[in-house]
């Protein structure tokens, strides 16, 4: 069964330190997303993405954050200088269409020191 | 603005014993509920979904969930639980009005199941 994959499990940065995350949508998927999950908190949702441009995005997407599908199989987050509040679990996810199920990696714990 | 409400944090049931995981929400407008669950180092799956048809909806693994507009509420549930239902499970809302598609998270209910 198709999935999504993100790489890596786990990632350890300094504060003011770039990160970028990895992940690889279900191939016939036309919209992706980015959700993060601060620890005891809810799952926010921070962007999506359709056609090369984002379609939606969140207060909390602020412009430290960027996103890009560099290639036909990627998608990457980008932190571009990281704060200790960046700490979370980042979810990715892929749909067919905009109303269809959003299919979920099993994300990136993120820590920064 | 819409926003969901889980009210149990942690669940403990028996198994062979009903679920019941409780989730309220708040949509000025009509909306697309689902159930996701997470086992551990696992991606978030769709559980089930509903789309403003029928409002009893069931989904994978037995499990169910009822659409109640008068009470604003998705409980899940399930008549007899198995030691592999244990998983935390989040309650989704989604409103598709003004062209927003984005999901917005319950907190999460982490269910144990007792052999």
């Known amino acids: 069964e198709p999935e999504v994959t993100q790489t890596p499990s786990h990632q350890v940065t300094q504060m003011g330190q770039e990160v970028i995350l990895r992940c690889v949508p279900i191939s016939n998927h036309l919209y992706f997303y980015w959700y993060r999950q601060i620890l005891g908190q809810k799952v926010e949702f921070l962007v999506s993405?359709?056609?090369?441009?984002?379609?939606?995005k969140s207060e909390i997407f602020d412009d430290q954050f960027s996103v890009e599908r560099p290639d036909g199989s990627n998608f990457t987050l980008k932190i571009r200088s990281t704060k200790l509040e960046d700490s979370a679990m980042y979810f990715c996810?892929?749909?067919?269409?905009?109303?269809?199920?959003?299919?979920f990696g099993p994300g990136t714990r993120l820590t920064v020191l | 603005a819409q926003s969901v409400t889980q009210l149990d944090s942690h669940v403990s049931v028996s198994e062979g014993t009903p679920v019941l995981l409780r989730c309220n929400y708040s949509?000025?407008?009509?909306?697309?509920l689902f159930w996701y669950v997470q086992h551990p180092n696992k991606g978030l799956q769709l559980l089930l979904k509903?789309?403003?048809?029928?409002?009893l909806v069931k989904g994978i693994n037995g499990f169910e969930a009822e659409f109640k507009k008068s009470e604003t509420s998705f409980h899940l549930t399930k008549p007899s639980a198995h030691m592999s239902d244990a998983a935390e499970y989040f309650c989704?809302?989604?409103?598709?009005?003004?062209?927003?598609?984005?999901?917005?998270f319950g907190k999460g209910t982490k269910l144990s199941v007792i052999p």
């Open positions: 509903y789309t403003s048809a029928a409002t």
């Open positions: 996810a892929s749909s067919e269409a905009r109303l269809n199920e959003q299919f």
């Open positions: 993405f359709y056609n090369n441009e984002i379609s939606e």
């Open positions: 949509s000025s407008y009509s909306p697309s």
């Open positions: 989704v809302v989604r409103y598709s009005g003004a062209g927003s598609y984005q999901l917005t």
